[in-house]
């Protein structure tokens, strides 16, 4: 059986940029690698100019469930008990109030209405998955030394299990048929970079429709060729950020006002337009 209890007395990495001597690019996270692979400047912004993405709906609503889950996964492994479906709702209310606050909506967008879709579905979770977890431990940091073919990395995973199996938790706007594909590379570092890991990865996935809220357990074990992807997907993406020559993805499926809070500043500085909505293919 995997020693999982080892990680947790290892040092975290930090957790923010902006350390003596390290520039953008030196340590890499999941999220800065896809987020690289689908715009150049998205990733510069934050970054390379340190600007904070303003919060759209759709990263407000996926933070404040992300806490409700987070919340249940510490009240299991603290108390070994299953966090009240009640709690685990008032803990995504709270959440989702601050995170609105501060988000650029769109038009299309009812605060309440999410609220009410957001409560369900953190409702569901906890009925149908959340007792059915193994957790050993919850918010796991990567080591400070990780790192994957020379490349150092960083990122802090949502459930350990005790058999080794690194689960992360995700919101959604339709049924994935299969887990996404920067999904993947993210458990994938995930399960190359912990200590203990024994390679079976899992997304739970929360789908935000209208009517009723939809589950989807996905569970694999990453291959020979999933660690050969990330490995050259971070060496990759390490030499294009420190190339220093960044441009925008206008034509990728994410460049739109619903997925990207830079709209505004990528329109000042590189005119043309960013949809509020992604464009039909």
């Not at 689908?38 to 919060?55: H, N, T």
């Not at 108390?79 to 909506?105: C, H, M, N």
């Not at 050969?228 to 460049?255: D, F, H, I, T, W």
Request: with cysteine; aromatic share 6%.
């Amino acid at each position: 059986m995997p020693a999982i209890a080892a990680i947790l007395d290892a040092p975290e990495a930090p957790d923010v940029f902006g350390d003596e001597g390290e520039r953008p690019g030196d340590i890499l996270s999941p999220s800065q690698v896809t987020t690289w692979m689908s715009c150049q400047m998205k990733w510069a912004f934050a970054k390379v100019w340190g600007l904070r993405e303003p919060g759209t709906a759709a990263s407000a609503f996926g933070h404040a469930v992300h806490e409700a889950t987070a919340e249940a996964h510490r009240c299991q492994m603290e108390t070994g008990a299953v966090l009240p479906v009640e709690a685990a709702i008032a803990a995504f209310s709270t959440a989702w109030t601050r995170e609105v606050s501060t988000a650029k909506l769109t038009p299309r967008h009812d605060p309440e209405e999410l609220r009410g879709r957001g409560a369900k579905l953190v409702e569901r979770y906890m009925r149908e998955i959340a007792p059915t977890l193994d957790p050993a431990a919850a918010e796991v940091a990567l080591p400070a030394d990780a790192a994957i073919g020379g490349v150092r990395v960083r990122g802090r995973i949502d459930v350990v299990e005790h058999d080794g199996r690194v689960r992360d938790t995700k919101t959604c706007c339709t049924k994935p048929q299969g887990m996404r594909a920067k999904d993947r590379i993210q458990v994938t570092v995930y399960a190359m970079a912990l200590p203990g890991a024994s390679g079976h990865v899992a997304v739970d996935y929360l789908v935000k429709t209208k009517g009723r809220p939809q589950l989807v357990q996905i569970e694999d074990r990453i291959s020979h060729g999933d660690e050969l992807l990330v490995q050259e997907l971070l060496k990759k993406a390490q030499a294009g950020m420190r190339g220093g020559n960044y441009s925008p993805s206008r034509l990728a499926s994410c460049c739109n006002r619903l997925m990207c809070g830079y709209a505004d500043l990528c329109e000042s500085e590189f005119g043309g337009r960013v949809p509020f909505y992604p464009e039909a293919s």
